[in-house]
């Protein structure tokens, strides 16, 4: 019978995982209370006549990771979501 085995070691600076894990539970905080935010608001404006434009911007650090806009028309809604990627291109 053959011993099959598979060893891995994974050497890892853990001081450097617990940062960017800390800074990824931080801007998914900020990103949780935005979208509350972007709730109440469609809330009010699904209330009123007159509806609005929204833009939403997620940042990571100081880079943008996604840019969303909603924008009403006489007779419906736009939306686009802009990614990291491309949000790079166009500066």
Do not use: P, W, Y
Not at 12 to 25: C, Q, R, S, Y
Not at 54 to 78: N, P, R, W, Y
Not at 83 to 88: A, D, L, P
Request: proline residues 0%; charged residues 35%; hydrophobic residues 35%.
């Amino acid at each position: 019978m053959a011993n099959n085995k598979l060893i891995i070691e994974v050497n890892a600076d853990k001081n450097g995982a617990l940062e960017g894990i800390k800074e990824v539970t931080e801007v998914a905080n900020e990103c949780a209370e935005s979208l509350e935010k972007l709730e109440k608001v469609m809330n009010r404006l699904t209330n009123k006549k007159k509806q609005e434009d929204i833009k939403f911007v997620l940042t990571l650090g100081e880079k943008v990771v996604v840019k969303s806009i909603v924008e009403h028309t006489a007779d419906s809604i736009q939306g686009r979501v802009i990614k990291r990627s491309e949000i790079n291109e166009t500066r």
